[in-house]
C-alpha cells in the first residue's frame, strides 16, 4: 500500500506518531510548528525541521545557489516565528552530489548566513553527506517567553482570522517559471522572506492561535480549525493579493485567490484575534488583513465568494493524489 | 572544483563555517559530537544531527525497515551519551520515494520506536517528504548537567586512552555483507547499539575528553588530540576486538585491527582518563580496555604495534580520495 493510499502526508505523520512517547518536559510535540520544550529555564525551548529536497522542492535550473540556502533558513524561522519565539540556533544536514562544485556551496552558504544574520541566528551544528540529489535539512531551535508562545489551538469561536502581507506571491512565481518565464515576479518563490521575530512577538501579545502559511491559507486555517476545534468562515474577497500575485494569474490563467489558498511557501503569519483586541495590535503592527472569522465547530470550515459559500479544502500534500 | 580537491569532508566543514556567528549561550558549537548550549535552566541543552542517505549509508538490500529505524536513532543517542548527556527530544526528516510502502514505514518506525524507548526518547516532531533515494535524517536533543559535561578538548597528557566494548564490528559486518555473505556476524553493522546515557554518565564523571567511535579509532583519537591540543599514542595490539570480528576479517582476508581504526560506525565511547581515575571508574563502569596515552602535542598522534611505531591516519571520509 502506498502512502497516497492511505489518504497522504498528514495522515502518514498521524499513523506513525502513534507511538511517540510522552514526556511532562514536551509542552507541545508533533502537531504544531514547533516542538515546545520545557528545559527548566524561564522560557520554552522551539525546535522545528524542515528538509528541502532537488526536484521535490526546488529545481537547480530555478534556483541559484544563494537564493537556496537563503530559502532554507527562512523556511524554518517562519516556524519559529509563528509560535511567537525568537530563532537562535541551527543545525544544518546536507546530501550532496559528489560533483558538487566548492563554488556552489559557498554561494549556498552565503545565502544562508544572509538570512541567518537577518534573523540573529547562528549555525551551532550539522552533518555533510554524499546523495545522488541534493537534500537540505536544517533543525532550528529558539526560544519564547512562557507566556508568549502561541499555538494552533488557541483560536475561540467570535475572534477575527488575520494574515499579514499578501498571499499567493510564491505560487505566482513558481507559474510563470512552469510556464517558461525567467523574470518577473519570481521573488516571491525564489526569495521568500518570512516575518521577524519582532513581528511575530508584536502579534503574539494579542493573537489567540498562530500560524505560519506553508501549504496555503485554506490548510492553515484547516490545522487552526482540527487543533482548536472550531470552524472557520474565510471571506475569500477579503484575501490580500499584491498587484504582482494577480498580474501573474492573469498572464498564465489562473485565479490568484487559488494561488493564496493552495500555494503556500508565503511564509506570512496566519492568527486569529479577538475582535476588541485588533485596533489595540494595529497600533503596534500595521501589515495585516482581517480575512474571517472563528466559528463553532458545527458550523464547517467555509469561504464565501459573494453570495456563494463553498467547503474549503486542505492545502498541498506531498503524497496526496 | 569539487569538495575531494579541498581536503573532504572536514576541510568543507571548516571552510563554511567560517559565518557561523556567535552567540554567549553557545557554550560549544561546530566542532563536537553536539553542541551545547545555556538555555537558562540550571543544566545544558546538548543538540546532535545526523543524515542517513540510501545508497550512500545503507543498502536496503541488506537493511530491514526495522534495523534502518532503529540505526538512525542509535547513531543520533550515541553522539548525546558521547557528552555525558541524557537524550530526550528526537525530529526526524524524511525523504522518501513515492513508491514506498506503508508496511516499510510502519516497519521503520517500529525499529524506531524501539530504540527510542530503549533510551527514553520522545519523537517530537519532523517532517515528510519525497525524494528519489530514501534519507533519513534526525535531531536529536537531550540535556546535561553542566558540571557532566564532557568534551572532545578535555585530554590532557598523561592520561589513558580508553574505549568501551570491542571495536571493528560494524565494519566487520559490512565486509562480510560486500563479500557476499547474508548471515554471520552482521549484527554489529546492521544492528549498532550505542551506550546508554547511564553509562556515558558514570564515564563521564571520571573522564578527561569523550567521543564516540563513528568514524574509527584513529579518527576519533585523531579528533580529540585536535581539540585538545595533545598527541596521543594508541597500542594497536591492545585494541579490543570480538572474536567475530576477528573471524569475519579472516574470512574476507582483512586485518581486523583496521576495522576498528579505519572502519567506524562502532558507536563504543572513546575517553581519555587521569590513571588514578581508573581504579575508580571500574568500581561502577567495567567495560571498558585501556588502548592508549595522551601525549604532549608534539609527540604527534601514533601508533605502536610490537616494535614498529607508525602515524595514525584519519578515519573515513564522505567526500575524500
Known amino acids: 500500500m502506498k502512502i497516497s493510499e492511505i489518504g497522504g502526508e498528514f495522515a502518514f505523520i498521524k499513523r506513525v506518531t502513534g507511538e511517540a512517547g510522552t514526556d511532562p518536559a514536551l509542552v507541545q510535540g508533533v502537531g504544531d510548528d514547533c516542538a515546545v520544550i520545557d528545559c527548566g529555564g524561564s522560557g520554552y525551548l522551539l525546535v522545528t525541521v524542515d528538509m528541502m529536497v532537488e526536484n521535490t522542492h526546488f529545481s537547480l535550473d530555478w534556483y541559484s545557489p544563494c537564493q537556496l540556502g537563503a530559502k532554507l533558513m527562512e523556511v524554518n524561522v517562519s516556524d519559529i516565528v509563528s509560535m511567537g519565539g ?16 566548492v563554488e556552489f556551496m ?16 547562528v549555525l551551532a ?20 517567553e512562557k507566556k508568549g ?18 498571499l499567493g506571491k510564491s505560487e505566482a512565481g513558481l507559474r510563470l517559471l512552469m510556464d517558461g518565464k525567467r523574470d518577473g515576479y519570481l521573488s516571491g518563490y525564489l526569495e521568500p522572506r518570512c516575518r521577524l521575530a519582532s513581528e511575530g512577538r508584536a502579534i503574539a501579545a494579542y ?12 490548510s492553515e486555517v484547516g490545522h487552526i480549525c482540527e487543533r482548536s476545534g472550531t470552524g472557520a468562515r ?10 504582482g500575485t494577480r498580474d501573474a494569474a492573469r498572464e498564465v490563467g489562473d485565479d490568484p485567490y487559488d494561488y493564496a489558498l493552495y500555494g503556500g511557501e508565503d511564509f506570512e503569519l496566519v492568527f486569529s484575534i479577538a475582535p476588541e483586541r485588533r485596533e489595540p495590535l494595529a497600533r503596534v503592527f500595521t501589515d495585516f488583513t482581517v480575512v474571517g472569522e472563528v466559528l463553532p465547530k458545527e458550523r464547517g470550515i467555509i469561504m464565501t465568494a459573494g453570495e456563494r459559500t463553498i467547503d474549503l479544502k486542505g492545502g498541498y500534500d506531498h503524497f496526496g493524489k
Do not use: Q
Request: glycine content about 12%; proline content about 7%.
Open 125 to 144: 551544528g550539522g552533518d555533510t553527506t554524499r546523495g545522488r540529489e541534493m537534500v537540505l535539512n536544517l533543525a532550528l531551535a529558539g526560544d519564547v
Open 207 to 218: 493573537a489567540g492561535a498562530m500560524i505560519d502559511v506553508s501549504d496555503g491559507l485554506a
Open 106 to 121: 559557498d554561494e549556498f552558504y552565503r545565502g544562508l548566513y544572509w538570512s541567518a544574520a537577518r534573523h540573529g541566528v
Open 234 to 243: 474565510v471571506d475569500r474577497d477579503a484575501i490580500p493579493l499584491s498587484p
Open 86 to 101: 525568537t530563532p537562535r540556533w541551527a543545525f544544518i544536514s546536507l546530501a550532496l552530489k559528489p560533483d558538487t562544485p
Open 149 to 166: 508562545v502561541r499555538l494552533r489551538s488557541g483560536a475561540r469561536p467570535g475572534e477575527l482570522i488575520c494574515v499579514t502581507g499578501t
